[in-house]
């Protein structure tokens, strides 16, 4: 599961529909979720976390602190400061 922006995902789709690579990933962006009424990205991470890896991608500074009062986000590479996260996991109480 990615969970990211408009303009992160189109590069996602593009590789999965047209080039056929990781059809396993589910792919959604800010306007997927309210057009399939799936909620905020909270809604989305916790309908799917409980069965299956999430990865988030977010840009802007409110987004990330959002993110961060409520899981662990984990980079995805040290080496690269992109705003991708992997392993997302709930944060604990009192954490």
Known sequence: MVVNRW???????????IEGKRRDLTILDDRTRPDE?????????EAYLPNRPVH??????????????????????????S???RGVARREAGE
């Open 56 to 81: 988030v991608i977010r840009v802007d500074p409110v987004g990330v602190s959002i993110l961060e009062r409520r899981y662990v986000l984990e980079p995805a590479d040290d080496a690269d400061p």
């Open 83 to 85: 705003p991708l996260a």
């Open 7 to 17: 303009s992160h995902a189109t590069p996602l789709w593009y590789a999965q529909h």
């Open 37 to 45: 009424g799936l909620g905020d990205i909270t809604d989305v991470i």
